[in-house]
């Protein structure tokens, strides 16, 4: 199917943009890499009446330090920006973020899809809510009248809602401190589908031991989740073990055709444990491919 017809604008600055989207209001969509849109369009799932492209915002397009240690990615960085971001610009303490690429959809989706458009778009299962949600980050929205960095825990609403204004473009996301010893690992049906949960653990280790840390999951919930029951077990010094069967305990998975309640519950807890062994191989274990999560094992648990 072709989408609906439409009126196409071509943003030239984002100051000029956020004015134009306050005056064409709810009958505009922006679109950056068109990824997620273009398909919602064929479909008619949405119909905008006006698409205000943001792609030639290069200002939008960057990746590296921020204060006190933060990472800073522009909108407009393409998955596969981050897939290929040497040490030198990523910072060794986010090859999380790196290595969580992988498992998104394919090369070619990686190389346009945005990850302001993923964090926009606001799927449940989608890699980059989960990680800001986990990994603590500020989402930077920019309106008509100036700037508000909004905690990820507080921007997605539901699936395809998040608290951005129709005239805000959401400019940057900021990841505030490295997270050396964190791992996503997540399940598909097939390689480069939508996961049906994701997990990502980041683990606080200190002088060999694991004094607490992060849990959050996707997919079991109409926005990514973190799990305060599985961190109290870490923060307690259970096994991981323990943590994930805390994780599956504690989440109440929907269940459709996709998969079951208690075969979500089952993904959880294989999941958190297997993100648990994989962040506490840390960076260096990562770097050597000894602990990558791209590509390995994804069918562990069977229905
Ligand atoms: C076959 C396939 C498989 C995929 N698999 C995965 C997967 O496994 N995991 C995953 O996470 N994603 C997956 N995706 C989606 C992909 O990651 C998209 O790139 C992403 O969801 C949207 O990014 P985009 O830049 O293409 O945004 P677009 O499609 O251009 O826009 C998506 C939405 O975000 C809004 N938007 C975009 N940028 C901004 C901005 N800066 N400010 C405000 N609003 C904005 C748009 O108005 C629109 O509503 C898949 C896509 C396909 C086609």
């Not at 458009?117 to 986990?134: I, K, R």
Request: aromatic share 4%; hydrophobic share 45%.
């Amino acid at each position: 199917m072709k989408p609906a017809p439409f009126r196409y604008h071509r943003a030239r600055d984002v100051h000029g943009t956020t004015r134009l989207l306050a005056e064409l209001g709810e009958d505009a969509k922006v679109i950056a890499g068109g990824q997620s849109l273009v398909a919602m369009m064929n479909f008619r799932l949405a119909r905008p009446a006006h698409l205000v492209d943001i792609a030639p915002l290069r200002e939008l397009d960057r990746l590296g330090p921020g204060p006190g240690g933060a990472l800073r990615i522009g909108a407009l960085t393409t998955h596969h920006t981050v897939e290929t971001a040497p040490d030198t610009v990523l910072g060794p303490g986010f090859s999380v973020l790196r290595r969580a690429m992988g498992w998104i959809g394919h090369l070619p989706i990686r190389t346009r899809g945005t990850v302001g458009g993923s964090l926009a778009h606001a799927d449940a299962t989608a890699e980059w809510c989960l990680l800001a949600v986990t990994l603590g980050a500020e989402i930077v929205a920019t309106g008509p009248h100036g700037e508000r960095r909004i905690p990820a825990d507080a921007f997605f609403l539901g699936p395809y809602t998040t608290v951005l204004e129709p005239d805000e473009l959401l400019t940057e996301v900021v990841f505030p401190r490295p997270a050396p010893y964190a791992a996503l690992t997540e399940f598909a049906e097939r390689k480069g589908d939508f996961a049906l949960v994701s997990a990502v653990v980041e683990l606080d280790i200190a002088a060999g031991r694991v004094r607490g840390g992060r849990v959050g999951l996707g997919g079991v919930a109409p926005v990514p989740v973190r799990v305060p029951e599985a961190e109290a077990v870490l923060a307690a010094g259970g096994s991981f073990a323990e943590c994930a069967a805390a994780a599956a305990a504690a989440a109440d998975p929907p269940g459709d055709t996709n998969g079951s309640a208690a075969y979500r519950t089952a993904l959880i807890r294989s999941l958190v444990e297997r993100a648990c062994v994989e962040a506490a191989a840390g960076t260096a274990a990562a770097a050597t491919g000894t602990a990558s999560a791209t590509g390995t094992a994804r069918k562990t648990v069977s229905r």
